[in-house]
């Protein structure tokens, strides 16, 4: 079974300064996809970058980037120039690439920004 | 973009009653709904993966006979907890796939059990 391992319970960044989540992930697929949410306090949740596992080119989406390492099966997620409204729980997800699959979610990361 | 409506957003019952939480997808057809639930400050816990016209696949360790799920349409699927009790009480979240679309969280049901 997939695994999804987020080792940072709590980060803190000051706001415009640029921080870093770790994630990694244990599957044996070669097809699939990876994923960061955003959580904040209304608990909706929202995608921040997706990633297939098939592209070597790292995902981008404004302020956020990912640095994707498939051999180390890493899926870090840098946020660039930090604002308060992404203070936020940031969950790290995985979903096969086969089919309606769910996602399997790690244990997320509570970013919090100082203003 | 896509859009699922989950209602009620909050609700409280009373203990051996039952609640029903929709899931509405408003702009596409969902062939597949998820149904998570989510302690505080926990993460995202799969109850169930439901298909259209199918009778949902639980997984290990949720009753079904107490967490019934219905997808009887593309745009509709529905979790009923029934014979609710205080240890029910959670955070309940849709997500809908339709394949190429990728997923769409619903803004979850919190519910209360007295």
């Known amino acids: 079974a997939q695994t999804v391992t987020q080792s940072q319970p709590e980060m803190s960044v000051q706001e415009a300064e640029t921080v870093t989540l770790s994630c990694t992930y244990d599957?044996?697929?070669?097809?699939?996809?990876l994923f960061w949410y955003k959580q904040p306090p209304s608990r909706q949740m929202i995608l921040v970058i997706r990633?297939?596992?098939?592209?070597?080119q790292n995902a981008t989406e404004n302020r956020f980037s990912v640095n994707f390492q498939k051999a180390a099966k890493s899926f870090s997620l840098k946020i660039s120039d930090s604002q308060l409204g992404d203070a936020a729980m940031y969950f790290c997800?995985?979903?096969?690439?086969?089919?309606?699959?769910?996602?399997?979610f790690g244990k997320g990361t509570r970013l919090s920004v100082i203003a | 973009g896509a859009v699922v409506s989950q209602h009620p957003s909050r609700v409280i019952c009373k203990s051996g009653t039952s609640v029903k939480i929709e899931c509405r997808s408003l702009?596409?057809?969902?062939?597949?709904m998820f149904w998570y639930r989510q302690f505080p400050k926990k993460s995202l816990m799969l109850m169930a993966t439901?298909?259209?016209?199918?009778?949902?696949?639980?997984e290990q360790g949720v009753e079904k006979d107490k967490f019934l799920i219905n997808h009887a349409s593309l745009t509709l699927s529905t979790l009923t907890v029934t014979s609710a009790h205080p240890e029910d009480s959670s955070f309940y979240i849709c997500?809908?796939?339709?394949?190429?679309?990728?997923?769409?969280f619903g803004s979850g049901t919190r519910l209360t059990v007295v």
């Open positions: 439901s298909n259209e016209g199918s009778k949902a696949t639980y």
């Open positions: 599957t044996s697929e070669s097809d699939y996809y």
């Open positions: 702009d596409f057809q969902a062939t597949t």
């Open positions: 990633q297939e596992a098939y592209k070597q």
């Open positions: 997800a995985y979903r096969s690439g086969s089919g309606n699959t769910p996602l399997v």
């Open positions: 997500s809908a796939s339709s394949g190429s679309r990728g997923y769409t």
